[in-house]
């Protein structure tokens, strides 16, 4: 990067992070440093839910999503709208009125200790995982510019999210994600305009698009039932419908959000708001990885995006025939471009028979140069078999940004980045800290402590999380797109944690008992099927709430007519 995006760049974190701390005060209780003192208005709530959401990895990988796979992860989010209705009628008002910091603690209320203890041990886990996965994203950034190993910049970014969090608790963080958002949605349209200014004369807007919708990338709706296909319209209405239920309703990040709301109408109005803008937000994000992978049938990308493996396998023993494979992919890049032309001349000249030719022969030339970008990958995990060297997607938005974006805006999008990961994991550790102290140390280890006691046990919980979480983004690079291993990973317990406030809200005849052993036996079922790749992921959330439905009222029918008919 060049000075001026340095200086963007530390200017726009070091605003951040000064208004937030100013925005905090002093935290004098727990009720302020896990909740802000419940004093929140709506926009700040709904700016804070989708911060929280839209980590670092949202607009690192989903570019990179387009670009290798076209618009279908949209419908991922296509059961956010009907999951923040049923959110906003039933675990808004119950969180609300009984004041609770963990949305766990109404599961005690309900049922028992070990069933709350149960969900908070499934939360601990799912979302320390899922956090290592968010500090890795900026760190592809600083190992992108510095030219250095990822460890490093994992462990800088790590322990600068863990003193940012300790320090300011959860006031700053809805503070400072206010600001965040309004920058990022500021710097995310500016990439999309330059993007388009940057094609070439005569491709704009629409033909951009209607090139890659040619080559198979405009795939936004897919109506095909396929159990085994991850992104459909059914998969995101019914699969996703119930991961954002369990996510936004059972998920301490996302409860954390809008436990802070000064009423219950403003932290529903926070939801809606999150429920309207995040479809159409992520579509545009999307959107500009489209019109990346447009940019690049004019302009030569890197045979592998990915440029710190590139160096890597250049001074190795495979150099030779990996720049032989990058000669081999310049010369198809300008058959490639030049068909690229020609398909684009058919368009605006030519007639239906012309234009159908031009786009066979393009694809043909998109194949050819896929295929030498396979030979290239696998000349990479030769050379370094610990490296997932299949998934370079987390690159590719980063690249065109540091080789094609004017000084300046460089490093605003870079810091923007920045932002994002900043607020969701400083959010994401605001709730494994609220979780620990509040579920497990002042419930069962420390009952009778005291306020600073609980606010001095919920600063060192944010340090201890933090630190795992750095661990876990150590091996986050061998998950592939990180979008895409966030969810997945969400996947895997989110629907038992659903299924067990599914039974807590709705069906009260159901005991403590039953519901732990279903989960129990809900979530061992759900792993191997996780495991062993047996559905599409988003079908998982579904199967899981159902499970402990079902399980659970089998168990309770059972023990309640063992206990009629057993004799006094």
């Not at 936004?220 to 239920?245: A, C, E, M, P």
Request: hydrophobic residues 50%.
């Amino acid at each position: 990067m060049s000075l001026i995006d340095w200086i963007v760049l530390g200017i726009t974190l070091l605003t951040i992070v000064v208004y937030g701390i100013w925005k905090s005060g002093r935290h004098q209780s727990m009720d302020q440093f896990l909740v802000a003192g419940r004093s929140m208005p709506w926009y700040t709530v709904g700016l804070s839910v989708m911060a929280t959401q839209a980590s670092a990895i949202t607009f690192l990988s989903a570019p990179g999503q387009a670009y290798s796979d076209g618009m279908r992860f949209v419908q991922f989010y296509f059961g956010l709208p009907l999951a923040t209705i049923v959110l906003c009628t039933t675990f808004v008002p119950m969180f609300s009125k009984l004041k609770v910091y963990t949305a766990y603690e109404f599961l005690e209320q309900r049922f028992d200790l070990k069933t709350r203890s149960l969900t908070a041990l499934l939360f601990l886990i799912q979302r320390g995982l899922s956090t290592g996965i968010t500090i890795y994203a900026p760190s592809i950034i600083l190992s992108t510019i510095l030219d250095i190993n990822t460890v490093y910049t994992t462990l800088f970014i790590g322990g600068l999210v863990i003193f940012y969090t300790v320090y300011g608790g959860t006031k700053a963080v809805s503070y400072t994600q206010l600001l965040q958002m309004s920058i990022i949605f500021a710097g995310m349209f500016l990439a999309a305009v330059l993007v388009v200014y940057l094609l070439p004369q005569g491709v704009g807007f629409t033909k951009a698009l209607h090139l890659a919708g040619k080559l198979g990338r405009m795939n936004v709706i897919d109506w095909k039932f396929d159990l085994d296909n991850r992104y459909t319209v059914w998969s995101g209405l019914l699969g996703g419908f119930f991961l954002q239920l369990s996510y936004f309703g059972t998920d301490q990040s996302q409860v954390g959000r809008y436990l802070t709301g000064s009423s219950i109408g403003q932290s529903r109005l926070g939801l809606i708001m999150n429920g309207l803008i995040k479809v159409p937000m992520q579509f545009l994000i999307l959107l500009i990885g489209i019109l990346v992978f447009a940019f690049y049938q004019f302009n030569q990308p890197p045979l592998f995006f990915n440029r710190y493996e590139v160096q890597q396998i250049k001074k190795s023993q495979y150099s030779a025939q990996y720049k032989a494979l990058e000669q081999r992919y310049a010369d198809a890049f300008q058959q490639k471009k030049a068909l690229a032309e020609k398909y684009t001349q058919a368009v605006q000249n030519g007639t239906e028979l012309s234009i159908n030719s031009a786009t066979l022969s393009l694809k043909e030339a998109n194949s050819r140069q896929t295929s030498i970008r396979k030979d290239a990958i696998a000349l990479i995990k030769k050379n370094d078999n610990k490296t997932d060297a299949a998934n370079d997607t987390n690159y590719v938005f980063l690249d065109f940004v540091t080789h094609f974006l004017p000084k300046g805006l460089i490093g605003l999008l870079i810091a923007i980045v920045f932002l994002a990961s900043m607020g969701s994991t400083a959010s994401a550790l605001n709730s494994l800290a609220s979780t620990t102290v509040v579920d497990i140390y002042k419930r069962s280890i420390n009952p009778g402590g005291t306020d600073e006691t609980y606010l001095k046990a919920s600063r060192l919980a944010t340090v201890f999380w933090g630190v795992i979480c750095i661990v876990m983004a150590l091996y986050a690079g061998k998950m592939g797109n990180l979008l895409e291993a966030v969810n997945e990973l969400g996947s895997y317990i989110y629907g038992t944690i659903l299924g067990v406030f599914v039974v807590a809200f709705f069906l009260k005849r159901i005991n403590g008992t039953s519901v732990f052993v279903a989960a129990v036996i809900s979530e061992a079922i759900i792993c191997l099927m996780g495991f062993f790749n047996v559905i599409a992921y988003l079908w998982l959330n579904a199967i899981g709430c159902f499970l402990v439905i079902i399980i659970a009222s089998a168990i309770n029918s059972l023990t309640r007519n063992k206990s009629i008919i057993t004799p006094n």
